[in-house]
């Protein structure tokens, strides 16, 4: 068998994972990248009508600060607070490295790089530097590691973390008909979040995510049924939020025969009731309980009501206006926008072109017309706001295994918008540092090869398989939840696995018990976090308090003495 050996491998070509091996290498650290595939994942091939990056408040008179930062995400719940204190202390940092690598941030004439309010949000922290900020950032980092010349395995799918008593030493890729092993000291993953799971989905279809591996591995896992759900187009598949919602379009659910029903008017006596949730849907894009009853998350479970509990296919009409529309009647926040915007006119397509014409040319580039074609919605999973349990420098409770970006579960109920990007390049920052600065040793070549011996990987083609597991997620256990159901999907999940073969279907397998696992002991109090762990005896669901925000010794003298000691990395 080819067996590589390095100190470190990142598995993951997406912001994150580049910039961890970039760190690595510039800290003297023997790295390379193993991929699936280089110009897959979600940092490459997602955005929005205008991807956010949120970061410390780097303009104007606004009295930000790192400790109020690490509040703000704190205060989201289930947060851990070295973590939250971390994302924010580093965000400065973090931020000015994109900057410097061309990632093109907005800045006034002074050099200033304003910022603007996004969810979550009280201190206008949010930049961006339009729908294709992470992609933008990943090309970025791309560059950076080429320069430093990183190498990459492109095309290696990573079917197995291996481990000696209770670290890791290494993996087991497949490349086409080949088995590769990688022997190093530490790996960590930068996988992005468990995409394969659901149907319904706004992930790129090219990600399918790599949960499973540290799942099999032993490593804890938490607030797995903390999602982001929203509303999505599924060809291509891309957020609806923003300027999408913004411009009123129509509504449309259609059978299978192919007739049309505006199906909102069904449930709302005031049209222009209806309407503003509508605009707000830009706004308050991700699903939240709390506005599903009277807020703008009605529309949410109207679009799912359609599709799910229907099975009609619902699209969005830009075309053509939902009524004759007075947009006096709509509500004072809706009106005062569109007003200001100067798009209280025509239709759909001619507000947003007035609005936002990048977000129309987006799709045209994507093969889809919105002057002329209906765009396909659900109500989709896009964000996992769990995922890999991991301490404050983003090690897991597996030694040498390390968990960046999306798949570690850093982010909490309620994170701000654009958070998720900020914790992915601190958090791969974090690791490199501490691997750097705590190299183990490498396991002997001739007990790495032994524990190889024992390893029997099949493929199998198991598509339908992952897809019919799919469509049960995403019927049972996403936005819309039973816990009655949950149950049953459980045990059709965890009866599955025990035949499954292909390393595939596995991942999605066990990733998926992992999360039902979570889901079918609901958490109400968000001054906590829920572990799961896979165990000899299944998956074992636990609580425990979050981790305060540190108050440690801000004392100039101490911390410079620290940092000379140990560069204060412990």
Do not use: H, R
């Given at each position: 068998m080819n067996i590589q050996t390095y100190d470190c491998i990142v598995i993951g070509t997406g912001a994150a994972g580049y910039n961890a091996a970039i760190r690595l290498k510039q800290f003297g650290v023997n790295v390379a990248i193993v991929t699936e595939g280089i110009n897959c994942g979600t940092s490459r091939n997602t955005g929005s009508d205008k991807q956010t990056y949120y970061k410390l408040g780097l303009s104007g008179d606004s009295p930000d600060s790192v400790h109020k930062m690490a509040q703000n995400l704190f205060d989201g719940g289930c947060v851990d607070g070295d973590n939250a204190l971390c994302e924010a202390a580093l965000s400065a940092r973090c931020f000015m490295n994109l900057c410097e690598l061309g990632v093109p941030f907005p800045h006034n004439r002074y050099g200033e790089y304003i910022g603007y309010k996004t969810d979550h949000d009280p201190f206008e922290r949010a930049t961006s530097a339009g729908p294709l900020t992470s992609k933008f950032m990943t090309e970025a980092l791309q560059k950076k590691a080429e320069d430093l010349d990183v190498k990459v395995f492109d095309g290696y799918r990573v079917v197995k973390l291996l481990k000696t008593d209770s670290r890791v030493c290494g993996l087991l890729c497949v490349c086409g008909e080949e088995t590769v092993a990688f022997r190093c000291r530490d790996i960590i993953m930068a996988t992005g979040g468990p995409a394969?799971?659901?149907?319904?989905?706004?992930?790129?279809?090219?990600h399918h995510g790599s949960t499973g591996l540290a799942i099999e591995a032993g490593a804890k896992m938490q607030n797995l049924a903390l999602w982001q759900y929203g509303l999505a187009s599924t060809k291509p598949r891309w957020n609806v939020s923003g300027t999408y919602m913004q411009v009123l379009p129509r509504f449309v659910s259609m059978d299978e025969k192919g007739n049309e029903h505006d199906f909102l008017w069904d449930y709302f006596t005031d049209k222009y009731e209806g309407l503003s949730l509508v605009f707000l849907k830009g706004y308050q894009w991700p699903f939240d309980p709390k506005k599903a009853e009277k807020g703008s998350s009605q529309i949410d479970l109207l679009v799912y009501r359609e599709c799910v509990e229907r099975d009609r296919r619902v699209y969005l009409d830009f075309t053509k206006n939902p009524f004759p529309i007075d947009f006096n009647k709509?509500?004072?926040?809706?009106?005062?926008?569109?007003?200001?915007?100067g798009a209280t006119f025509g239709t759909p397509i001619e507000r947003l072109q007035k609005m936002n014409a990048p977000a129309i040319e987006l799709y045209k580039t994507k093969g889809v017309d919105l002057y002329s074609e209906y765009l396909p919605i659900a109500l989709c999973a896009q964000h996992n706001n769990g995922g890999i349990?991991?301490?404050?420098?983003?090690?897991?409770?597996?030694k040498g295994l390390f968990a960046v970006g999306e798949c570690a579960g850093t982010h909490g109920i309620a994170r701000p918008g654009g958070s998720a990007l900020n914790a992915g390049q601190v958090g791969s920052l974090r690791a490199a540092q501490y691997i750097s600065e705590h190299p183990n040793a490498l396991t002997e070549e001739a007990a790495f090869c032994k524990l190889l011996s024992c390893m029997d990987i099949k493929t199998d083609n198991a598509s339908e398989q992952i897809q019919k597991a799919q469509r049960r997620m995403s019927d049972v256990a996403a936005a819309v939840r039973d816990l009655d159901k949950i149950k049953d999907v459980l045990q059709i999940t965890l009866n599955a696995l025990k035949t499954a073969d292909d390393p595939r279907l596995t991942d999605v397998l066990v990733t998926q018990a992992a999360v039902l696992s979570a889901m079918s002991q609901p958490m109400t109090d968000p001054k906590k976090v829920q572990e799961v762990a896979l165990t000899e005896n299944g998956f074992e669901v636990t609580v425990r308090d979050v981790r305060p925000i540190p108050n440690d010794d801000t004392f100039f003298e101490n911390v410079w003495r620290g940092y000379r000691e140990n560069k204060n990395v412990y």
């Open positions: 394969g799971i659901y149907a319904d989905s706004v992930y790129p279809e090219c709509l509500s004072n926040e809706a009106f005062e926008y569109l007003n200001k915007a349990a991991v301490d404050m420098w983003w090690q897991t409770s597996v």
